[in-house]
C-alpha cells in the first residue's frame, strides 16, 4: 500500500501559503508612495562613513519633529529628499 504525499498547502495551511505567495508578487510591484509618485524599491551600497550619516540625519530629524510626525522620519525619505535636492541642484 502506497503512502498517500501529503501536499504543502495541507501541512501548513492554504491561507499560510497564499499570504506568502501574495507576499513575494508585492516585492516587485511598485508601490504607491505618500505623494502622487510611485515608489519602488532600490539597493545601493555605501560607506560605513554613509550609513553614520544617514542614521545621524535620520536621528536628529526625528528629534526636531512631533511625536505623530516620527513615524515618517526614515532612511528611504530622507534619502529620497537628499537625491531630489541634489538633483534640483545639479540637474
Do not use: P
Request: proline share 0%; net charge positive; no cysteine.
Amino acid at each position: 500500500m502506497a503512502k498517500k504525499r501529503e501536499s504543502i498547502e495541507s501541512i501548513v495551511g492554504e491561507s499560510s501559503i497564499a499570504k506568502r505567495k501574495k507576499k513575494l508578487q508585492n516585492i516587485s510591484k511598485v508601490e504607491e508612495g505618500d505623494s502622487s509618485s510611485e515608489k519602488k524599491r532600490a539597493m545601493f551600497y555605501l560607506s560605513l562613513d554613509a550609513i553614520d550619516a544617514l542614521e545621524e540625519i535620520v536621528f536628529l530629524r526625528k528629534r526636531k519633529v512631533s511625536s505623530e510626525e516620527r513615524s515618517s522620519v526614515n532612511k528611504s525619505t530622507v534619502i529620497e529628499q537628499l537625491i531630489m535636492a541634489a538633483h534640483k541642484e545639479y540637474g
